[in-house]
């Protein structure tokens, strides 16, 4: 539970209620009210974000930081795209309902309706992709040469150049167990009982999920997904959400790449649709299982004594289309690269590389596939590896241009905020003025 804060709803409400509300900043046209400051605070708290200092000083010169910049979006007609909006809400609001346990609760716990609470989230996150997008256009132009990096490189001291961590490339062969057609038809009988008992009324197929959904995320909330675009759900289960119609019956049983669903629509708004889903998977037998890693010892096998590349051996046996497209190689997701640092790998795969050399090939081993969360059959390959060093500018222009372009970048912007505090009138109420503020400016004599 992410609820670290130990603040019990009653503590929280009593602190909200007890708020005798007052303006304690104008920045420009704006006021920044001091129910406003509390309630960041609390929700720092509720979502275990440490804040650097002293609240009462931090959370007001943020919202003044922000308010300048919507300010300038403004002059400058920047505005956010409401779908990519809505997106980012309905995912924050579904994890916020995951990690409290249920809607009821969330709306306790602020002490507001799911109605304000979305329409708040609503406003942080469009204030929050309008201000991104003013801070891009402001640095945008913000680019660096070779001489520029060179010279950068050469200015640091050897404290000062930054330490690259250990890297990895790997190669991936990630073959699925033959799932036999007995366990694909138990899987496939329970569902159908489960639509059964919903469809004649006797249980509920949110208590149903939250009993059975080997979804876990979902299966807290009784299996609700929350509002979501078509393109945002696997193709194979959107085309029937999308096509029910009734919320009180259930879907046929749909296969797709995470198992076998049934769904139940809980409602349509424009293009979005929310429902439930109860997801089951077959079980592989332990004979299935050790068969599969036989056979991808064998293929290990051949490519260590070359009778296929490894290259070769993803495309005939690779399960997983996705690294199959890229000769097996793997992609770091948060970087878009191809190159891991040890924490980023699964768990798995991270124990079988760390000592393997380059080139190395990998005994088999069972792994969690992070896409479909279902057990695959493993054999790595080490492309590259690249022991923790620090940066220099043949292994590490990359990383050394961004740094230097994101110290520039830094540099700008707190120059830009220095000016507009000049440019515009800032009044702090004198009780919430002895703060050692990031921007000094605020305050003017």
């Known amino acids: 539970m992410l609820l670290a804060c130990c603040l019990s709803f009653a503590n929280i409400h009593a602190q909200l209620n007890n708020i005798i509300d007052e303006v304690i900043w104008i920045v420009g046209d704006e006021s920044i009210l001091k129910s406003e400051v509390e309630e960041q605070r609390i929700r720092a708290q509720y979502e275990g974000v440490s804040i650097d200092g002293d609240p009462y000083c931090v959370i007001p010169e943020q919202i003044a930081i922000q308010k300048l910049y919507l300010h300038q979006a403004e002059l400058d007609s920047i505005e956010a795209n409401e779908s990519a909006v809505m997106n ?75 330490t ?17 057609q007995d366990e694909i038809d138990i899987v496939k009988d329970r569902l159908r009982e489960f639509s059964e008992r919903v469809n004649n009324g006797t249980t509920e197929f949110s208590t149903l999920a939250r009993l059975y959904s080997e979804d876990t995320e979902t299966a807290k909330r009784g299996g609700e997904l929350g509002f979501l675009g078509k393109g945002q759900l ?28 049934i769904i139940q629509l809980i409602e349509k708004r424009g ?48 399960s997983d289309k996705n690294s199959a497209m890229n000769a097996g190689l793997m992609l770091n997701q948060r970087t878009g690269t191809s190159k891991f640092e040890y924490q980023e790998l699964p768990q798995e795969v991270a124990k079988v590389v ?71 009138y800032i009044s702090i109420d004198p009780a919430w003025q002895n703060c050692d503020f990031k921007y000094p400016g605020w305050i003017k004599h």
């Open 354 to 424: 760390y000592d393997m050399k380059v080139a190395e090939i990998s005994e088999p081993f069972v792994m969690i596939d992070p896409t479909s969360n279902k057990e695959v059959i493993a054999v790595v390959k080490v492309k590259s590896k690249v022991e923790t060093h620090k940066a220099n500018l043949i292994d590490d222009y990359q990383l050394l241009r961004n740094y230097y372009e994101g110290m520039k970048k830094e540099e700008f912007l707190t120059k830009w905020i220095e000016k507009k505090q000049k440019e515009t």
């Open 164 to 180: 690259v961590p250990a890297q990895v490339e790997l190669q991936i062969i990630s073959y699925h167990p033959r799932i036999r």
């Open 88 to 162: 980012q809400v309905e995912m924050r609001m579904n994890y916020f309902i995951s990690q409290i346990g249920s809607k009821e609760k969330l709306e306790e716990y602020f002490g507001k309706s799911l109605v304000a609470l979305r329409e708040d989230m609503r406003t942080m996150v469009r204030d929050q992709m309008i201000i991104q997008q003013m801070q891009h256009k402001l640095v945008e132009n913000i680019k660096s040469t070779p001489a520029d990096v060179r010279r950068f490189y050469a200015s640091l001291s050897s404290d000062s150049i930054p």
């Open 271 to 318: 293009d979005r649709i929310n429902c439930r889903h109860i997801l089951m998977r077959p079980k592989i037998s332990l004979e299935d299982k050790q068969l599969a890693i036989q056979k991808m010892d064998s293929v290990a096998d051949a490519i260590r004594n070359e009778k296929m590349t490894f290259e070769q051996g993803v495309m005939h046996f690779s």
């Open 234 to 261: 696997v193709p194979e289960f959107a085309n029937v959400a999308f096509n029910l119609t009734d919320p009180k019956r259930v879907s046929r049983v749909v296969e797709t790449e995470f198992g076998y669903h």
